[in-house]
């Protein structure tokens, strides 16, 4: 499977120098694979929660070719906390 495009949608807007600038966010890819196209969309993603929607309730999402000088993003392992011996919480349990 190789990335074909990154799925943006905008997700705000914000007024500078008296312009009006879009919030956009990545939201998924488009690979291609032995059988065709695919959408992977970010489980996280709520498309309810996009501002512009047009007159139907749609809303619009662009397609972008990914850059190829931008870093895959990895997801980092969870922190384990460190343990403290000598700290006894069980001081303030009542029985």
Avoid: H
């Amino acid at each position: 499977m190789s990335v074909k495009y990154d799925v943006v949608a905008s997700v705000g807007q914000y007024e500078k120098d008296g312009q009006v600038k879009y919030l956009n966010r990545k939201v998924g890819v488009i690979v291609s694979t032995q059988k065709g196209y695919r959408l992977k969309l970010d489980a996280c993603f709520n498309p309810a929660g996009c501002p512009q929607r047009s007159d139907d309730g749609g809303v619009w999402l662009a397609l972008f070719e990914p850059k190829k000088d931008q870093p895959q993003q990895q997801q980092s392992a969870p922190r384990q906390a460190q343990a403290n011996d000598s700290f006894d919480d069980s001081s303030d349990i009542p029985f």
